[in-house]
C-alpha cells in the first residue's frame, strides 16, 4: 500500500468515525461531505472502505424519489416538499442527480439558489451529483451515497433527477415512494409517461396546478391509470414490474410548488404510500428488488476489473490464446471466451 | 428462438456463406457490408454468430493504424497510402474509427470524399465506424470488423482513427504496426506524445511536411526517441508498453499526404516494421496481446450480461440478501458482493 492510499484511507476513517458519532453538528454534516466526495472520485474503490462500515446505521430513511421532464418545477416542489418535513422537526437531505450533465459534484446547480433558505438549517442537507465519468456509473455512486446520507441520520432523503432515460428507472430502483411530475402543456409528454414511467410510479404529481390543462392532463393520467389496470405486466426480472404493488393505485395529486398549494396533500400520500408499502410488505420485495441491483452493480464494476487483472495473470490463459494462433475451427475468441465462461459461471453458481 | 432471431441468423449465415467463397466480386464486397452491418447492430450476440466462422480465414491481413489529431491530414494520408497499395495489385480496406461522432455507421464521412476515386475498385473497400454506444463498445466492435475484414481476404487493412484518449491505445491494440501523424506546428502536441503515444508508436508521421516547423517537429521526435531509448518503462499489463519492440527505433518520416511525396519511403517502412515484427518474434507477441484484450472485452461483455441474469434467477442470492436487510456489521453490499466474487473468481482461476 502506497503513502498515498494509506493517508487517504485515514482521512476515510477519520470522517467514517465522525458520522458514526449519533450526536449531530456542524463537524457531522461536513464528515458527510467529505465522504461523498470520496465516493464521487474514488468511485466503488472508495465506496468499499466506507459503505461497509457504515451499512449498519442505514435503513431507516424514507426515500422519496421525484423525476419528471426539465421545465416540471421539480426543484421548487422538491424545495417546498423539503421545507415542510423540516418544519415537522425531521432531518431532510435532498440528492440532485443530472446525468445529463458533466459538470458539478459538490456544486450547486443555479435553480438550487431556490433552496438558499434552507442551507443554513442544521436539519437540511443537499448535495448536487452530475454524469462525471464516474468509476462504477453515476446510479451507483447515487445508491452509496444514499447509504452515507442513511447513516448520517436522515429521515428523509429526496432523490431528484431529471426524467430521461434510464435515469427514472434508476430512481426507482433506488427509492422507497417514486413521484413522477408531469405538468400540463409538455407536449406529448404523457405518451413517454405510457411508454414506461407508468410501471415505476407511486405517485404522479401535477404539477404547475395554476396553468390551463392540469385537470385535463389528471384526466388523462386517470384514464390512463383505468386502462393500466387491466395490463398484463410481464414479469422482466431486470425491469422494475416485478415489485409494481399490486393493490396500489397511484393517487394524481395537483400541485403548485411555487405556493405549497396542496403539498401537505401530496406529503398525506407519500405517507400513505410508505405506510401501504410496509403493511402489505412490499418494502421487504422492493429493497430485495433493490439490493439485487446494487450488488449486481458492484459485482460488474468489481468482475470487469478482476477478469483484467486475472486473463494477463493468469498462466492458462496462454494455452487458450495459443489456440488461438493456430486459427482453427472452434478455436476463436468467440468460442474460446464462451468455453472459458461456461466453467467459470457453472462452477460457482451451479 | 423467435422467429425474428431466426430469420436474422437466417440472413447472417447466408452472408458468411458468400464471404467464405474464396472468389471475389460484389456479391462478396455486399456480404461484407452487410455483416458489418450486423455487428454495429447486434453487437458481441451478433458477433458470436459469424466471428467463429470466419475465424479461420483470418490472420492473413496486415493490419495498419493510423492515428492522429484532427487536422493532421490522417485521413489524406490514409487514402495515398491506399492507393499505392491499390497499384501494387493488393486489396486494401479501410475502417475509418470516430469515437468522438455518435453519428455514422455505414455512413461515409465528409473528408472520405478524397477517396472517392477507389469507390468504384473493386479491390478497395471502406467503411466508417463512429461511436453510437455500441454494445460492447467501439473498440470491440472494431476489432471484430477487422476479422471480418481480413476473414474476406483483404491483404491491407488499415485502421484509422481520431487520436483522442483511449482511442489511441485501442488501435495499437488491434494493428500490427501502428502510425502517430504528427504535423508541425500542432502546438502541445508533442507533450501528449511525451505522455503516453510513444509506448505505442511504430513510425511516426510529420505530415504537412511542406509547413514551416516540419524539421523542427522531426528532431524534437528524434530527441525524445533518443532520450526514450534510456527510459524504463514500466511493464503494466494491462498497457501497450508490454510488447513495446526492443531493438526497434520507430523511424520519423516526413511525408505530404497531399501531393505523395515521401509516400512510398513511409511505406517501405511500414514494411520494413512488419518483417522485423516477423523475424523478432514480436508479431507473435503482440498478437498474443491483442487476443487478450479481445477476450477480456468479450469476457467482460457476457460477465455483465450473465451476472444480471444470475443474480435475478439464482436462488443463492435470496440468502444473501435477507443477510443484507439484517443490517449488521459484514453484511453490507459490499462485503457481500466482495465474498460472491471471491469464491466466483477463485474456483475457477486457481
Redesign the interface.
Given at each position: 500500500m502506497t503513502t498515498e492510499i494509506q493517508s487517504k484511507n485515514t482521512q476515510i476513517q477519520k470522517y467514517v468515525d465522525l458520522l458514526k458519532n449519533p450526536e449531530k453538528g456542524p463537524k457531522k454534516k461536513r464528515a458527510l461531505a467529505r465522504l461523498i466526495t470520496f465516493i464521487e472520485n474514488g468511485g466503488?474503490e472508495a465506496?468499499?472502505e466506507i459503505?461497509?462500515q457504515l451499512?449498519?446505521?442505514?435503513?431507516k430513511a424514507h426515500i422519496i424519489g421525484i423525476t419528471g421532464a426539465p421545465g416540471s418545477g421539480k426543484s421548487t416542489l422538491t424545495s417546498e416538499i423539503s421545507n415542510h418535513y423540516l418544519e415537522q422537526g425531521l432531518t431532510v437531505s435532498v440528492i440532485a442527480v443530472d446525468p445529463t450533465s458533466p459538470f458539478t459534484g459538490g456544486a450547486i446547480l443555479g435553480d438550487r439558489i431556490r433552496m438558499k433558505k434552507n442551507f443554513t438549517n442544521p436539519n437540511f442537507f443537499i448535495r448536487s451529483m452530475a454524469n462525471r465519468g464516474q468509476l462504477g456509473g453515476l446510479a451507483m455512486a447515487t445508491k452509496d451515497v444514499i447509504h452515507i446520507i442513511d447513516a448520517y441520520g436522515s429521515d428523509i432523503i429526496i432523490v431528484e433527477t431529471v426524467g430521461v432515460g434510464q435515469s427514472e428507472i434508476d430512481i426507482f430502483k433506488s427509492a422507497h415512494t417514486t413521484l413522477v411530475i408531469t405538468p400540463p402543456g409538455l407536449g406529448d409528454e404523457i405518451q413517454a409517461i405510457k411508454a414506461g414511467l407508468m410501471e415505476i410510479t407511486d405517485i404522479f404529481v401535477v404539477n404547475k396546478m395554476d396553468r390551463d390543462g392540469a385537470d385535463k392532463r389528471v384526466a388523462e393520467l386517470e384514464t390512463m391509470l383505468d386502462f393500466g389496470e387491466n395490463i398484463q405486466i410481464e414479469n422482466d426480472?431486470?425491469q422494475a414490474k416485478v415489485v409494481r404493488c399490486d393493490g396500489w393505485r397511484p393517487p394524481v395529486i395537483k400541485t403548485n410548488g411555487l405556493t405549497g398549494e396542496n403539498v401537505p396533500i401530496l406529503l398525506e400520500n407519500i405517507h400513505r404510500h410508505f405506510i401501504f408499502l410496509e403493511e402489505t410488505g412490499f418494502k421487504?420485495k422492493r429493497?430485495?428488488f433493490r439490493?439485487?441491483h446494487?450488488?449486481?452493480e458492484?459485482?460488474?464494476y468489481?468482475?470487469?476489473k478482476?477478469?483484467?487483472?486475472?486473463?494477463?495473470?493468469?498462466e492458462?490463459?496462454?494455452e487458450?490464446?495459443e489456440k488461438?494462433?493456430a486459427?482453427?475451427?472452434?478455436?476463436?475468441?468467440?468460442?474460446?471466451?464462451?468455453a472459458?465462461?461456461e466453467?467459470?459461471?457453472n462452477?460457482?453458481?451451479s
Open positions: 466503488p465506496a468499499k459503505i461497509p451499512y449498519p446505521l442505514t435503513g426480472y431486470s421487504k429493497l430485495q439490493y439485487k446494487y450488488i449486481i458492484i459485482l460488474k468489481f468482475l470487469v478482476n477478469v483484467e487483472e486475472i486473463v494477463f495473470s493468469n492458462k490463459i496462454n487458450f490464446i488461438l494462433l486459427y482453427e475451427q472452434g478455436s476463436d475468441p468467440y468460442t474460446i471466451s464462451e472459458i465462461l466453467v467459470f459461471l462452477r460457482y453458481f
